[in-house]
């Protein structure tokens, strides 16, 4: 008889800002293969009317982390109009995840937010999301830690600066306060990745995509590209970024 003990993994909730179902599988499958080594991965759509983001302790019954991902479809500024619906939509998504976000402080749960992820936490923390002409990218970029990497478990086994894979049209337009700025990207990417209170980080770049992730995201997503460029020319294979994920599955694994 095999008595083997299969040693259950602890779960990462996986919060999700799309509706194009090409990206949403995209997203999850990208998360999963990073986070999942130490971590069983489950998503939720913050479109999805049927759950009462207001009790964040039900919300986030059974989970040891949080990932709030991305999104091509929903921005805060973006260069559009006042009354654009879909500047309306990101506002109710910060109003609706209020509650989760003051839950996730309160008790410094292991978050890490990913581009629009890290721009609704920066929000929430008091910053303001403005569109950027200066700082918008569809393209890889080199970032650089300003801070020692070997007091950061999710940056200790990266180089001093790496080139990670951006799409985005807004920013942050300052480092919350109580936030720590981790890495930066010079003039085009001023605010690339914070840390707040012990456990909760964020980054503006895209931790779960590799070259060719990125690639077929870009392809997903029109109008990120300027027209006759094509995604191959704009990003390069860089894997350094993807270890921050990975690192992230592994933080809330050390954490059970």
Not at 109 to 134: E, K, M, N
Request: aromatic share 10%; hydrophobic share 35%; proline share 4%.
């Amino acid at each position: 008889m095999n008595n083997t003990v299969v040693e259950k993994k602890p779960k990462i909730l996986g919060i999700q800002f799309r509706e194009n179902v090409s990206s949403v599988n995209q997203e999850q499958a990208c998360i999963v293969r990073e986070a999942g080594v130490y971590n069983d991965v489950e998503f939720l759509n913050v479109l999805d009317e049927s759950v009462n983001w207001n009790e964040p302790a039900a919300v986030l019954d059974g989970y040891s982390g949080v990932i709030l991902g991305g999104s091509g479809e929903f921005d805060f500024d973006g260069n559009r109009s006042d009354d654009d619906p879909v500047r309306a939509s990101s506002l109710a998504f910060l109003e609706r995840l209020k509650p989760l976000f003051a839950h996730i402080f309160e008790h410094d749960i292991p978050t890490l937010g990913i581009c629009y992820g890290h721009q609704i936490l920066g929000a929430f923390a008091g910053a303001q999301v403005l569109y950027s002409a200066t700082e918008k990218k569809s393209r890889s970029h080199e970032v650089k830690l300003v801070i020692d990497k070997n007091d950061y478990f999710l940056f200790s086994d990266l180089p001093d600066s790496f080139q990670a894979h951006y799409g985005h049209k807004d920013v942050l337009d300052r480092v919350p306060e109580g936030a720590i700025l981790l890495m930066n990207g010079g003039d085009e990417c001023r605010v690339s990745a914070l840390k707040y209170k012990n456990n909760i980080y964020s980054t503006q770049f895209h931790p779960e995509l590799t070259f060719d992730d990125m690639v077929e995201r870009i392809q997903n997503s029109p109008g990120y590209l300027p027209e006759g460029v094509l995604a191959e020319e704009v990003y390069r294979d860089d894997p350094n970024s993807n270890k921050i994920l990975h690192n992230f599955g592994k933080f809330v694994r050390m954490q059970v």
